[in-house]
């Protein structure tokens, strides 16, 4: 079972992206995914989870900027980040949740199943 991402790539502040998270085949280990990034420097930090329809939000940074949102036909979760601010800059991973809800913090890696490799979203003018 492998993730893949992609998307990722160099856009001015206030531009977006789209990332996507591919599953290589259909798993129940893809039920409850989130997506994780780690910025230059920084500690890896949740973002946002999605648990079939449902989702969680981590990072206050990103409220009412980037959504998450998934196609099960396509094995595919995707996170849309809009007005991109130079802070947003880090590599984003997505990764299988072996529970079957989001859980209230992202930093018990016991539950993370696969990672994928990341994608780098670089915010500059």
């Known amino acids: 079972f492998v993730l893949v991402e992609s998307g990722g790539g160099l856009v001015q502040p206030g531009g977006s992206l789209n990332l996507s998270c591919v599953a290589n085949r259909a798993s129940a280990d893809f039920w409850t995914v989130a997506w994780l990034r780690r910025a230059p420097g920084k500690e890896r930090e949740g973002v946002l989870c999605?648990?079939?329809?449902?989702?969680?939000r981590y990072a206050d940074s990103i409220k009412g900027r980037f959504t998450i949102s998934r196609d099960n036909d396509k094995n595919a979760v995707y996170l849309q980040m809009n007005d991109l601010k130079p802070e947003d800059t880090g590599m984003y991973y997505c990764?299988?949740?072996?529970?079957?809800?989001?859980?209230?913090?992202?930093?018990?890696?016991?539950?993370?199943?696969?990672w994928g490799q990341g994608t780098q979203v670089t915010v500059s003018s």
């Open positions: 990764v299988a949740i072996l529970v079957p809800h989001c859980p209230s913090s992202l930093t018990d890696t016991s539950r993370f199943g696969a």
């Open positions: 999605i648990e079939w329809s449902t989702s969680r």
